[in-house]
């Protein structure tokens, strides 16, 4: 079975989950930097099967568009013509990164570790993923 991965695309990182072979638990994988992120993806695909690709859909708390939707909006369509046979779905990412502040909090990270913004990002990435999986 072919994995599903997860993007928490931002202005200069994008946190990366992917799942296990069966599907079942998301991940977190690594940060990379948004300009970057095509040729990431590019090698991502060559290591193993992917079948559909999450993005996270920034939201703000009322339903509508945040600052970040249109970004995420031309990466879809970006990653919907680069590859037309994975499923490129979005999944509402409000609070994934309080939840993710949360899980590090409660995982005892400290308080240094928790500022380094890349790894909130790749939580956040794991979070959404996960919300995707459940809900499916």
Request: net charge negative; aromatic share 4%; hydrophobic share 35%.
């Amino acid at each position: 079975m072919a994995k599903v991965i997860a993007l928490d695309i931002g202005g200069k990182r994008t946190g990366v989950a992917e799942t296990d072979p069966l599907q079942m638990i998301a991940s977190p994988r690594e940060t990379v930097a948004t300009d970057q992120l095509a040729e990431y993806l590019d090698k991502l695909m060559q290591e193993a099967p992917v079948d559909t690709i999450v993005l996270g859909e920034p939201l703000a708390l009322d339903g509508g568009d945040s600052d970040n939707s249109q970004r995420v909006r031309e990466w879809q369509k970006k990653l919907e013509e680069k590859y037309p046979q994975m499923d490129i779905v979005l999944q509402d990412e409000r609070f994934s990164s309080k939840m993710a502040q949360r899980a590090l909090i409660d995982s005892g990270v400290k308080k240094k570790k928790r500022r380094e913004k890349g790894s909130l990002d790749k939580i956040s990435a794991a979070i959404i993923l996960q919300d995707y999986l459940d809900h499916r």
